[in-house]
């Protein structure tokens, strides 16, 4: 089933783990790059949340990111998150961040629990622990879950729009 963008949003947590080292930090940084590239010709804003110092694109173009402080909190214990899931009748929740087998994994199950689809974004997302990634990856799949990455997710909502131009348009980022 393909997701709609119009009822899709990406919430990325704590992104600064990318300082961790330069390999994951500059994949990390590409594939930030084609989300909000993407998310500003689809319409969807993606939400930054918690630890993060992100300001500007590296493009030099207006940040399409919005920022929610959460101050330790869980994703789901913030009532402006929740309010804003709610009054959008939003559905898919895409999720990324770090770190995937702690903060990630908890939102997720605390969101399919909610009834909400769940796609996590594998290559925006990182494990405290590598070894523990791909149980993790099991765990979600085995409740409903997709595992899935910005380039898979972007022409999915390109084709669900049916929009020929703008599926032209995401073809082309992904080149």
């Not at 084609?34 to 804003?45: I, K, S, Y």
């Not at 974004?121 to 085995?142: C, G, N, Q």
Request: contains cysteine; glycine residues 6%; hydrophobic residues 45%.
């Amino acid at each position: 089933m393909l997701a709609d963008p119009r009822q899709s949003v990406v919430a990325i947590l704590n992104p600064d783990w990318a300082s961790a080292g330069a390999r994951e930090e500059d994949a990390f940084r590409v594939n930030l790059l084609l989300l909000e590239a993407g998310c500003r010709l689809l319409g969807v804003t993606p939400l930054v949340v918690g630890d993060c110092k992100l300001q500007t694109s590296a493009t030099g173009t207006p940040q399409v990111l919005q920022m929610v402080p959460l101050d330790g909190f869980p994703l789901w214990k913030d009532e402006r998150f929740v309010e804003r899931m709610t009054r959008d009748d939003l559905r898919y929740l895409y999720l990324a961040g770090a770190w995937l087998e702690e903060d990630v994994l908890i939102a997720a199950l605390e969101g399919a629990a909610r009834g909400y689809d769940i796609r996590l974004l594998s290559d925006l997302s990182a494990a405290r622990r590598e070894a523990e990634r791909k149980p993790m990856f099991d765990r979600l799949v085995a409740h409903g879950m997709l595992v899935t990455t910005v380039r898979q997710t972007l022409l999915e909502w390109a084709i669900c729009l049916g929009d020929s131009g703008l599926i032209e348009e995401i073809r082309k980022f992904l080149k």
